[in-house]
């Protein structure tokens, strides 16, 4: 049997889409440019300004983005995966707890081999613990409920990612209950992203009755909007619009288990306005390629850090 490794796999897919989560937020307050700025290492120009770099999906996506503050400062972020690969240091991308991590990590604890996350009989999470915490991390049960989310066993293994306790939102998707509604688990991007996209602690909607707003807040609100919202890309000449999870799931989809000579390595799906209406397209790269096959999940594992292949 086949199984998948979410605490390494999947982190690689969020990593490539950390950029554009990282404008959108940005763009709520500021100005936002592209390309601003040469990097030098040892005497050597490694990013032009000016020119978009080649990102491991074979994108091409800014070398730099330029934020100015609302009083004039300015800050320029840089990709790290680009940097990281400069200075020889290895990275990898955690998306359950939103962490990049860079260097050498510890080694995984040991968990329990048949442990499996409710609802999924084909993924091993390695963050599930061998036993029911005694005094586990919880969240409001009422406010996920209010929003569609599913509470879990208290008496299953399956129903903890260490000591949190987890639960299932309106679409199925496994989230943390200490999340939602607190305001402390909110990063400074989340906080400003919250003023444009949350009222009364939730998404707004539109008169189809589709929520909208930006994905770095789905943890805090309990699920993740029916449009989330991408900032305009002027290298593509593309505008500030939203995108549907589930076209960009069925994208995804069509393109999972192709070999990598099959593989287009990208697709296109529509984007919209806050109402719904397509006003251009998004284009997404693929996943990536792990040749894990035939491999034991610690081969499979190195296999995985060293990143995909396209």
Not at 113 to 126: H, T
Not at 169 to 177: A, H, I, M, Q, S
Not at 260 to 283: A, S, T
Request: charged share 30%.
């Amino acid at each position: 049997m086949k199984k998948r490794i979410t605490s390494f796999a999947g982190g690689f897919f969020a990593a490539l889409t950390l950029s554009l989560c990282l404008t959108t937020a940005l763009a709520a307050a500021g100005k936002v440019s592209y390309n601003f700025v040469n990097v030098s290492m040892d005497g050597t120009q490694k990013i032009t300004a000016g020119q978009d770099i080649t990102a491991a999906n074979g994108q091409k996506v800014p070398g730099s983005i330029l934020y100015t503050d609302e009083a004039g400062g300015k800050t320029n972020y840089l990709p790290i995966r680009t940097i990281s690969e400069l200075l020889g240091v290895e990275i990898g991308y955690d998306s359950a707890a939103k962490t990049v991590l860079l260097g050498k990590q510890p080694a995984q604890s040991a968990a329990a081999p048949e442990a499996q996350p409710a609802g999924d009989e084909y993924i091993v999470d390695l963050r599930i613990p061998k036993e029911v915490p005694q005094n586990p991390r919880k969240g409001d049960e009422e406010l996920i409920k209010s929003r569609g989310g599913t509470i879990l066993s208290d008496d299953d293994v399956n129903s903890y990612r260490g000591n949190d306790k987890m639960f299932k939102d309106k679409n199925g998707e496994l989230r943390w209950e200490y999340k939602v509604g607190n305001k402390d688990v909110l990063t400074e991007l989340d906080k400003k992203a919250a003023e444009w996209s949350i009222v009364d602690g939730d998404y707004p909607k539109n008169k189809k009755g589709e929520s909208y707003g930006s994905m770095l807040l789905a943890e805090y609100v309990g699920y993740m909007p029916d449009l989330q919202h991408m900032a305009a890309y002027p290298p593509e000449g593309r505008p500030e619009g939203y995108i549907r999870e589930a076209e960009l799931q069925k994208g995804g989809e069509a393109l999972r288990g192709l070999s990598k000579e099959e593989c287009p390595h990208e697709y296109k799906i529509p984007l919209y306005d806050k109402e719904g209406n397509v006003i251009g397209e998004y284009k997404v790269g693929c996943e990536g390629h792990y040749d894990t096959e035939g491999l034991t999940m610690e081969e499979a594992r190195e296999v995985i850090m060293r990143g995909p292949t396209w």
